[in-house]
């Protein structure tokens, strides 16, 4: 007989995999803690984006729309790829602490540790998620309303930073 529940434990796993793929890809915990992680995810993630964010490809995907209808639009879903996000996270932190009140009495506190690791990972992860969607978001915009944009370039480095809209990035222009 097939576990049923056996399907949801391989699908967490491999999904906690993922996040933590998605933070090592970024320098991993130490990159989050110095603040690198930023920096190393604008340098590989902004110029494939700002590529990409080409007129043709706006006007395939979203046909006939004006340039602030699209950027309404583009703002639009981004801010719903990030509710999404959030809720999956906030429900995968969720059910790590309700099931440490299954597993830490029957461990004697043993797997506490672990589900810390879990929790964070998934924090960690969401973050370098839903940074990149304001990334693409940030270079689709500067696609549309023709900015040009260079991670490679300091300057350019401050303004990505400032758009993405992280309340950090506003204290390192200071």
Partial sequence: MVDPNQNDQDSFKRRFEDAKNEVDEVGGLSAFKSG?????????????????????YFSAKYPGLGEEELLAKITKVAASNAAIVGGM?????????????????TSGGLSIPIQVA?????????????????????????????????????EDILIIFAFTGIPWTVEVLK
């Fill in 36 to 56: 690198e992680w930023f920096l190393n995810l604008i340098r590989k993630c902004f110029s494939n984006y700002y590529d990409r964010a080409t007129a043709d």
């Fill in 89 to 105: 996270v906030g429900l995968a932190v969720s059910a790590d602490e309700v099931s440490s009140f299954f597993t830490a009495p």
């Fill in 118 to 154: 879990i929790a964070a990972t998934a924090i960690a992860a969401e973050l370098i998620v839903v940074t990149r969607m304001q990334l693409k978001l940030v270079a689709e915009i500067a696609k549309i309303m023709h900015v040009p944009l260079d991670p490679e370039d300091p």
